[in-house]
């Protein structure tokens, strides 16, 4: 039967993309636009050209993001969203018979991954804390993932500690996902001339707004990455369309834009921090573009349901340990205060806006 | 040591891409440009809203592709070019122990996305005058790969043929790429709905123009479908950006254009195809955008480096059976003109042109 010969997974969730408008905290996109230099690129780009393959290597696009963070092209790889680099890696780097090991509670498509090519994988619990109990890792690994900060938790290690980690762990490759990095932690990109078993994994879709851009990269050695490319060449030559190319790189260039967006997602996260406080929500300080919250006093699937049916979409996983918690993305500030109001009315308070 | 657990794969070469403006006829790109609608459609695209994830079902290029071809968008899957779906298809459908076979002379990748998934595979030689030997192929197997027409030979097999073989072979799944099948041959599109075993895999980077937008797309039964989205959903949630999704859409809105440049591609390859036998070259009639020809007096990669010289890329395939074949892509009349005074001059006969 054709039928025997299927690989039978259970694909990862994605957050619902409404149709309608709503206000949508639910996949943790950035609220304001991406920057006009991006838009214009993408407006005048060469479409002429479409006609032709685009850059395999993607040569320009890894210089740019290169020279953002004073590495070499040869330690930059590109890919379809932060989700295809992590593919690649797990398929490049978790090729041995000992088992991958991550926190129990992380980004869910991590064991996904394993799943679909045949990893084998441990969970290692996250402290009462929700910390990475960084000390709890065994030795004898196939290869450690490691998402700081960690999603959907927010919790941020200081960059000391993931040294410490990398460095004990010598004899595995270890990947950090950065995706939530740039705001609020100090990113391991600098490790990466230090540590040859090291990959850092970062996106365009949150800090840069461009989720709907597809673009995603990684950071290591000439050798770790010489491997990544192998495989991705394996897989797809050209995985990195034009107009990601084109627009990815303009992202790469306006700084100003880029620090005001962080900054102003940063403020709100704080104000919106300590509104949430009130209302009686408890939860670790978030150094990503989301909170992680649990109420007390009310059910967080109860909660989840009540700002549905008001058109306010945010993340609930149906997983243990975090069944009773919400994960709620960073919009703008007018957002927030709707967000906040209608808290106040499903908690029976007062919001902490009126 | 962190590298014994590293995949090592030995990855696909893409043709060349050259920097500098050249003929280039090695990797059977569209000569023309793509569609004024499509290029309209890329420059107004609501790019602000790249800040949002794409939709991950790509419900409506999905619709767009399937009303095309009469069919249902549930027999509808899209990917990153079809090297994209078929390495989805790979990976989701051929998960059994035995071997699944193509012939010994095809497109290259197939036996690297075997290699790099750990799929057992069995080579099928090609008959001597290059067909596929439709009647040689085991009823044993773990799934059977077709190109029709084949490349690099250009073969075209009647969709009479295709459609016994299917349904001799209905304990396999059997997929067959169509990248090249608009410039010469039936599609077996219209056997999914008998079929329950079989993907049908296009790409838009041929007889679109579209190379460089990155979009293929698999018809088949709503059953198979969906085991492939199963996978598809295992690697990347949103593997289709805004650009793409909007781009290719419009594509297929443009069937005047789309004719138009059909007709004339096909209309150069037989002035070509007439010309290049008058200077000696040998070749089955093509049914794809390319000719796979051999010259009795002349080795091809002596040709194939006197041609490079001349700054005219053709495609040479340092492969057993092939070594002394050229794969050259049907380019614009101009191009074509070219290429005929150079293989004259190369061979010192008159072109057929003066």
């Excluded at 309608?20 to 050209?49: F, G, H």
């Excluded at 800090?207 to 050798?223: E, I, N, Q, T």
């Excluded at 030559?237 to 627009?247: A, D, E, H, I």
């Excluded at 209608?342 to 806006?353: C, N, R, S, T, W």
Aim: hydrophobic share 40%.
């Amino acid at each position: 039967m054709w039928e025997d010969n299927i690989r039978r997974v259970v694909p990862y969730t994605p957050g619902e993309q409404p149709g309608r408008r709503v206000i949508k905290l639910n996949t943790n996109e950035c609220p304001y636009p991406p920057s006009e230099k991006v838009i214009r690129a993408l407006k005048e780009a060469d479409y002429e050209s479409l006609r032709l393959y685009p850059d395999p290597l993607c040569l320009k696009l890894r210089e740019r993001i290169a020279d953002y963070y004073g590495i070499g092209p040869e330690n930059t790889f590109v890919g379809v969203g932060s989700d295809d680099v992590l593919s690649m890696c797990f398929l490049a780097f978790f090729a041995g018979k000992l088992p991958v090991l991550f926190p129990d509670i992380t980004y869910s498509f991590y064991d996904v991954w394993a799943a679909v090519y045949g990893i084998p994988c441990k969970e290692i619990p996250l402290a009462e804390d929700f910390s990475i109990r960084l000390g709890d890792y065994p030795h004898e690994n196939g290869g450690i993932v490691i998402c700081n900060p960690n999603a959907p938790t927010g919790v941020v290690h200081p960059l000391s500690e993931i040294e410490e980690f990398v460095k004990k762990h010598d004899e595995s490759v270890i990947i950090v996902d950065e995706a939530y990095i740039d705001f609020g932690g100090e990113s391991a990109v600098r490790l990466i001339g230090k540590y040859e078993n090291l990959a850092v994994v970062r996106t365009m879709s949150k800090s840069r707004a461009l989720a709907g851009l597809r673009v995603g990269y990684a950071f290591g050695s000439k050798k770790l990455i010489g491997y990544l490319n192998d495989v991705k060449f394996s897989v797809n030559s050209y995985t990195m369309n034009l107009p990601s190319l084109v627009g990815a790189a303009a992202a790469m260039e306006d700084e100003e834009y880029f620090q005001e967006i962080l900054g102003r997602i940063i403020k709100t996260r704080s104000r919106v921090s300590e509104e949430l406080r009130s209302l009686g929500f408890r939860f670790r300080e978030s150094g990503s573009n989301f909170v992680f919250v649990t109420h007390p006093e009310k059910d967080a699937e109860e909660i989840f349901e009540k700002l549905r049916e008001r058109d306010i979409f945010v993340r609930h996983f149906n997983r243990e340990r975090i069944r009773n918690y919400l994960r709620i993305s960073i919009g703008t500030d007018e957002e927030m205060v709707i967000l906040i109001k209608a808290l106040g009315e499903i908690l029976g308070k007062k919001g902490a806006d009126e």
